[in-house]
């Protein structure tokens, strides 16, 4: 256990359906980072959240929202999503701004668009 | 952030020292050399880190050239549970004041083989 949660583990969806992706880390930080992983291909970074304020958004298309309530929490909120956009979803957390910046992972939810 | 070049694939005989190098020969002074590693299907997790001297802890070692041009990550012992896909990531150290990002490339793929 890496004090990072993320729920569902599994998720499949139509292209009309709307759905959210919830994490939530334990450990104090005060970063929060959402990254996409597809089938054979590198993590790519989203979003990042320091002290709930997003610092960066990676091009994301708009069909994806995060929403960062507090330190703790993140979430993605999906609508209309395409077949390509089923991949594993991992959240992260960090003590974001220090020297030395490890962040730690939640184990991700696959997730499928029909 | 430098750039990393690792091997796509190594295999190891489980008991052996797992020796995995990463070419960073554009690293900067004030970048930092971590390790994560990703079991399938599971969200990465950190393993180890180090700037210019050599790092050990309970999971593995670090090596770092002189020159800080290449490092090697050891697994001194390697296990099946260590199959996995190791990433080289160097980054930036230092109070950044804000969350900073890891870039993840194509990394290794270790196979402990019995």
């Known amino acids: 256990e890496t004090g990072v949660t993320q729920t569902p583990r599994h998720l499949v969806m139509g292209m009309t359906n709307k759905k959210s992706l919830k994490c939530e880390q334990h450990?104090?930080?005060?970063?929060m980072y959402w990254y996409k992983q597809s089938a054979k291909k590198p993590l790519e970074l989203m979003f990042v959240?320091?002290?709930?304020?997003?610092?960066e958004n990676n091009s994301v298309p708009s069909r994806f929202s995060p929403e960062c309530p507090n330190s703790s929490h993140l979430f993605l909120h999906l609508h209309t999503l395409q077949p390509e956009d089923s991949a594993l979803y991992l959240c992260?957390?960090?003590?974001?701004?220090?020297?030395?910046?490890?962040?730690?992972f939640g184990p991700g939810t696959r997730l499928l668009v029909l | 952030d430098a750039k990393t070049t690792q091997p796509p694939s190594m295999d190891c005989a489980e008991g052996r020292a797992a020796n995995l190098p990463c070419n960073h020969s554009t690293i900067s002074g004030n970048e930092y050399v971590y390790w994560y590693r990703q079991i399938h299907s599971q969200g990465p997790q950190y393993i180890i880190h180090g700037l210019k001297n050599n790092e050990t802890n309970e999971m593995a070692s670090l090596i770092i050239t002189e020159d800080r041009k290449s490092s090697t990550l050891i697994l001194p012992h390697a296990t099946l549970r260590d199959t996995a896909v190791y990433y080289c990531i160097v980054r930036v150290g230092g109070y950044t004041g804000t969350a900073s990002k890891l870039t993840f490339g194509t990394g290794t793929r270790l196979q402990v083989t019995l």
């Open positions: 992260a957390s960090s003590q974001g701004g220090t020297p030395i910046e490890t962040q730690y």
């Open positions: 450990l104090g930080h005060n970063a």
């Open positions: 959240y320091n002290f709930k304020e997003q610092t």
